[in-house]
């Protein structure tokens, strides 16, 4: 798997949770930056924390600004940024998504990451309305939520049949009152919120078809495993079929 750029220095299994996404954005960051003929980006991570994905955008050399309602998290952020050698070219900003638009300019990044979010926020088209929002003409929207399938095949898998069946039906796809998560999407509601928001579907990923699945003992003491898990994983994503099950959905849109 390419590592082109340097990705932060991950554990064995946090780099099955993001190798799909990884590999994805990259392309698109060479696409863009070639299409507009500008070596350097305007990144926007909306909901980034402490830059998980914001960090290693900027090891390739593009600005990022990210937007987080934490103020630890903001902190963190600084001091990993610090720690990268990319302080120039990472920025903070305290915020949301439903406000996005009154602390970030308007059409002013060539990239926004809204990974993590829609599941927690109140109003789901507006927070994809917010976001393509700050999309400069001909920028891209790398958008990860949860999948509603992955839910329900995990809690079948774990014996726990009648909460499956309580994600498969209920409209938010939570498994009950213990869920964790406020909600879970399909690919179709996925790509339909980014066509009410005015952008086109590039492609659509699986992320984590397998990974949440496979006993962890196995990937860490079979040689080999993780590595051929890494390429089970990028080979699945892109296969629709696999989209109904995956734990995550990561849908690549553009603008125009």
């Known amino acids: 798997m390419s590592r082109q750029g340097g990705v932060d220095p991950m554990r064995p299994r946090a780099s099955l949770r993001t190798a799909v996404v990884w590999e994805v954005l990259r392309e698109a960051l060479e696409r863009r930056a070639k299409a507009a003929d500008r070596p350097v980006l305007d990144v926007l991570d909306t909901g980034g924390g402490t830059g998980n994905f914001a960090v290693p955008v900027a090891r390739l050399g593009h600005r990022v600004t ?9 902190f963190a952020l600084e001091r990993r940024a610090a720690e990268a050698g990319v302080t120039d070219r990472v920025s903070g900003v305290q915020g949301d998504t439903q406000g996005l638009l009154d602390v970030v300019e ?13 599941e927690y926020v109140d109003d789901p ?3 994809v309305r917010n976001v393509a929002g700050a999309l400069r003409p001909a920028g891209a929207l790398s958008l990860l939520a949860a999948g509603r399938g992955g839910a329900v095949l995990a809690r079948a898998l774990a014996g726990h049949f009648a909460e499956a069946q309580h994600a498969l039906r209920d409209p938010d796809g939570r498994w009950g009152g213990g869920d964790s998560l406020p909600r879970r999407f399909t690919t179709e ?14 492609s659509v990923h699986g992320v984590r078809v397998f990974a949440d699945l496979v006993p ?6 079979e040689p080999g495993a993780l590595d051929a898990l890494l390429r089970l994983e990028l080979a699945a994503a892109q296969e629709p079929g696999f989209h109904a099950v995956a734990t995550q959905l990561h849908v690549l849109a553009e603008r125009g």
């Open 125 to 127: 088209a507006e927070g």
């Open 216 to 221: 962890g003992v196995l990937v860490d003491t």
């Open 189 to 202: 509601e996925l790509t339909g919120l980014v066509a009410d928001a005015g952008l086109r579907t590039v």
């Open 106 to 118: 308007a059409g002013g990044y060539d990239m926004v990451l809204c990974h993590g979010v829609l």
């Open 66 to 74: 990210v937007v987080d309602p934490s103020p630890d998290a903001l």
